[in-house]
Each structure stands twice: as C-alpha cells, then as structure tokens.
C-alpha cells in the first residue's frame, strides 16, 4: 500500500491531488497527515471531500447511506475527523457529490467555524499571559533567563556542560510550553484566514455563473 506525506487546508487543492493520484491508479484508502492509497485501474474513480463537524453514530451511518444510494462509496474519516473522502467509479469525471456550487462552499464555512472554536480558549489564554505581563511570557523572550541555575554561565567546561545538561529538559518545559502555544495560535488563525478567502472566494465564483 503506498503511503505519502502531506498537508492540506484547501480541499479543492486537495481533492485535485486525489485525482490526479486517482488518474495514476492509486485510489485514496486512508486520508490524514499521512495517506495510504490502494491500486486501481488509473482514471477508473473520481474523489470528492466535504466537510462535517462531529457527527453521532446514528447521523454518521444515516450520511454515509446516503452518499451510497448516491452512488459514491465513503474511503475516509470518522465521526470527528470532518473531513469526509467519497469515491465513485461511474466513469464520469465530472461527478460531483455538490448539487451547486454554493453548497460546495459551504463545506470551507464549516471548517472555519470548527477551527473558530478550536482556537478561541488557546486565544484567550495567549492573551490573558501577554496582557498580564507574566513572568513566563517575559521568561520567553529573555533567552538569558531560561536556565535557573546561579551562576551557570560562569561555569567552565565539564562543570558547564554537566549543568546545561541537566537543566535543559525543565527549560524545553519551561519555554517550549508557551513556544507550542503561541505557535499554534498563529498556525491556527492563518488557517481561518485563508479558508475565509476559499470561502469568499467559492461563493463569488458560484453567484458568478
């Protein structure tokens, strides 16, 4: 089964991947960072994604039904991944699981407002620290600070190398913490950013037609 790296935050980029890997005979059996594709006959299945927030057993057996009567067979995602994969091998490449393009839009809205929520508590909290001055957050900025130890730069040789040694795991506690933090708040945000021009973008387009 071949397995490949990747990430996405545009389903149509990504949805153009899985075709094109489709087009190549590998037909997506698992999605997530990394995804396994299993053979097919190349160009034989189209892959579309939508996008649910967290589903009940019931809701999700009733929506996975309802895309097979369809017609499209569900490849990947769970109750709570909310990507969702479907495949059909009706042998029209232009299949879409979308009756209109602004339903398909709506797929990014959905994420966004997933995300939102996601965020908002890491926001506050990155916020509460900063707009309080805390002493971790001026420890992150102050390089200097971040080892404890009195006097350890004074130290010379094995004596320095010992205490750097010794001290620098609670450091990567210490100040990889907030680091991780700050750092996901800003991956996070930058990926609402750019799902929101997707969004604005898929409905101008779809009222454009």
Do not use: C
């Not at 990394?34 to 009733?62: C, E, K, N, Q, W």
Request: charged content about 20%; overall charge positive; aromatic content about 14%.
């Amino acid at each position: 089964m071949k397995k490949v790296f990747k990430l996405f935050v545009d389903f149509d980029k990504e949805e153009r991947w899985l075709n094109s890997m489709a087009a190549k005979g590998q037909l997506l059996a698992k999605a997530g960072l990394l995804y396994s594709f299993t053979p097919i006959v190349p160009g034989s299945a189209v892959v579309r994604i939508d996008y649910r927030p967290s589903m009940s057993a019931d809701d999700f057996d009733d929506y996975r039904s309802l895309f097979w009567d369809a017609g499209w067979q569900h490849l990947s995602g769970s109750r709570s991944s909310g990507n969702q994969y479907f495949a059909s091998t009706g042998g029209d490449e232009n299949a879409e699981i979308f009756s209109e393009a602004g339903s398909k839009a709506q797929r990014y809205r959905r994420a966004i407002r997933v995300s939102s929520a996601v965020v908002f508590p890491f926001l506050v909290v990155t916020f509460v620290l900063f707009s309080s001055g805390s002493a971790m957050i001026k420890t992150l900025f102050s390089p200097g600070n971040w080892y404890l130890t009195p006097g350890i730069w004074e130290k010379e040789g094995g004596e320095l190398l010992g205490a750097f040694l010794f001290e620098t795991p609670f450091v990567a506690l210490r100040v990889g913490g907030p680091i991780l933090l700050i750092a996901a708040v800003f991956v996070m945000l930058a990926m609402i950013a750019y799902q929101s021009f997707r969004y604005r973008r898929a409905i101008r387009d779809s009222t454009a037609v």
